[in-house]
């Protein structure tokens, strides 16, 4: 798949699930991470987007594994991907963000969930980061009063 869409111009964007523990087999090895990441790399994958799936890690992992991998990987870009079952969501993308990272997933609304890892929540929300970020005075481009309504607007369709 991946030569095929280099080829022909595609944008690829690689996925690394559950990059810090698995609901099934537990914790998981930056080994195991690493491996899957290198993998993506040598097929030339735009990007890597490394995934707390079941909302577990802490910020302490996050910016370990993270400040790893930009070491190991120092021509990728990663992306933070974090669902806040624990409530840790918003702190592992400050983690992130201190270990290089500056691209992140987000949820309006904090909407979503993943069918493949039991009891896990939505991902972030995207209200919850821009307003985290703007009271750090980081400029997101995103107007915030705006944001907040359309949030409102899409918790309403999926009631």
Do not use: W
């Not at 993506?40 to 707390?52: M, T, Y």
């Not at 991998?69 to 983690?95: M, Q, R, W, Y």
């Not at 890892?117 to 991902?123: C, D, E, L, V, W």
């Amino acid at each position: 798949m991946f030569p095929i869409a280099k080829a022909n111009g595609v944008f690829m964007r690689g996925y690394v699930s559950m990059a810090f523990s698995c609901p099934y087999e537990g914790a998981v090895s930056y080994e195991q991470v690493k491996k899957v990441v290198s993998s993506f790399v040598e097929n030339g994958a735009d990007e890597l987007s490394i995934g707390d799936t079941n909302g577990r890690a802490n910020p302490r992992i996050v910016y370990d594994r993270l400040t790893q991998l930009k070491e190991d990987f120092p021509d990728t870009t990663f992306v933070g991907h974090f669902h806040d079952t624990s409530g840790f969501a918003l702190a592992n993308i400050l983690a992130a963000m201190q270990a290089g990272v500056t691209k992140f997933d987000t949820s309006i609304g904090g909407l979503g969930g993943c069918p493949f890892s039991p009891g896990s929540t939505g991902n972030v929300a995207t209200e919850k980061v821009v307003e985290m970020l703007h009271a750090m005075n980081i400029s997101t481009g995103i107007a915030q009063e705006r944001l907040a309504g359309i949030a409102e607007f899409a918790k309403q369709i999926v009631k």
